[in-house]
């Protein structure tokens, strides 16, 4: 008799634009408690990091609460102009990044994130509400691994993420060690 592993539980697809803003605002006060409710457990090395850039505070607190809830350690920056340097202090294991921002695009961050040695092979994931296939094509060529149209789901987004950090975390590893002289 095959054993049964139990089945993690599935976070549901939250279209957050649809939900009326004094229950979206209740919904990211009680994902704020739950976290602080919850005690620290020990350091895990296998815990991803992300960085989100998000200029809507709302998105980016429900895109932070998803990517908790799935395991990850989330930063976020809303102002393109401080995206580069919060990544290079963050160092995440993959960047979610609107692309209409304050100060720098998305377009414009993804180049000059793909020409910095310390992050240019972090994967980025293009999560907008810009979901032509020109935009998605646009994203592509600015060096984006991945683009997503708003609102994501949380399942999509791991699969997303995982399969991406899987394919580049030697190379993210490799890049650091030679930006650092290693």
Do not use: C, W
Not at 86 to 111: C, N, Q, T, W
């Amino acid at each position: 008799m095959a054993e049964q592993r139990p089945v993690p539980p599935v976070v549901p697809a939250i279209d957050f634009a649809s939900v009326p803003e004094d229950q979206q605002l209740e919904l990211l006060r009680r994902m704020r408690d739950r976290r602080q409710r919850r005690s620290p457990g020990p350091a895990q090395a296998s815990v991803r990091r992300v960085l989100v850039v998000e200029d809507d505070a709302a998105t980016a607190e429900m895109m932070q609460a998803v990517l908790e809830q799935l395991g990850y350690e989330v930063a976020l920056v809303a102002d393109g102009a401080d995206a580069v340097a919060a990544a290079r202090e963050f160092s995440p294991d993959a960047v979610l990044m609107d692309i209409g921002l304050p100060h720098k695009d998305g377009y414009e961050l993804a180049v000059e994130m793909h020409a910095d040695p310390v992050l240019r092979a972090v994967p980025l994931v293009a999560v907008t509400g810009l979901a032509s296939m020109a935009d998605r094509a646009r994203a592509l060529e600015a060096g984006f691994d991945e683009h997503m149209a708003k609102p994501v789901s949380p399942p999509a987004l791991r699969a997303a993420l995982d399969t991406l950090i899987a394919n580049t975390s030697v190379r993210v590893q490799a890049s650091r060690l030679q930006a650092e002289g290693g």
